[in-house]
Antibody, heavy 123, light 106 residues
């Protein structure tokens, strides 16, 4: 069974940098596509972007392109979401999730999800 | 960007009754639609993919229907653990979610 475990909650000041992580377990992790999804307090879900762990190829939502960087280290089955200069508006819960793979074929729906990382940006 | 619109925003239903949640896409997404459940303080959980296929371990009281632009999630007999927020998601062109329907106890 695949599991995604995210790093712990973070409290940062505006202008600081941050990298949060999502580590996976299970077979054939190198074939995984990991997406990041933001949820602001009391709001819905927003797809931010994704990375293929085999080659670190990335795609970003236009809403997040240039504001965050998604990276990965396939040797440790881990994907990252990074900010170089945080803003208060970046506060929220961030989930990683994986595109389902069935018999080695990557599908487009998401399962499982990590437990979420709460990011609070406040002066 | 494909915009997903869910209705109603909040649905009040008694335990044991049926709940019907709607999701509409701004353009056709064929059957490339999923439903997720999110309980308070938890991550979303996949319920339905391909508009109507239940994910592994999802009980048969959950069913999905629709294609094109109009979709429905039906929960046939509500259990206490079903009161949560439900999101639809299209994966026809990248990914976008609806704003969610909160299912609350009447």
């Amino acid at each position: 069974e695949v599991q995604l475990v995210q790093s712990g909650a973070e409290v940062k000041k505006p202008g600081e940098s941050l990298r949060i992580s999502c580590q996976g377990s299970g077979n054939s992790f190198a074939n995984y596509w990991i997406s990041w999804v933001r949820q602001k307090p009391g709001e819905g879900l927003e797809w931010m972007g994704r990375i293929g762990l085999s080659d670190s190829y990335t795609n970003y939502s236009p809403s997040f392109q240039g504001h965050v960087t998604i990276s990965a280290d396939k040797s440790i089955h881990t994907a990252y979401l990074q900010w170089s200069s945080l803003k208060a508006s970046d506060s929220g819960m961030y989930f990683c999730t994986k595109q389902v793979t069935i018999f080695g074929v990557v599908k487009s729906w998401f399962d499982p999800w990590g437990q979420g990382t709460l990011v609070t940006v406040s002066s | 960007e494909i915009v997903m619109t869910q209705s109603p925003a909040t649905l009040s239903v008694s335990p044991g009754e049926r709940a019907t949640l709607s999701c509409r896409a701004s353009q056709s997404v064929s059957s490339e639609l999923a439903w997720y459940q999110q309980r308070p303080g938890q991550a979303p959980r996949l319920l339905i993919y391909g508009a109507s296929t239940r994910a592994t371990g999802i009980p048969p009281r959950f069913s999905g229907s629709g294609s094109g632009t109009d979709f429905t999630l039906t929960i046939s007999s509500l259990q206490s653990e079903d009161f949560a927020i439900y999101y639809c998601q299209q994966y026809n062109i990248w990914w976008t979610f609806g704003q969610g329907t909160k299912l609350e106890i009447k």
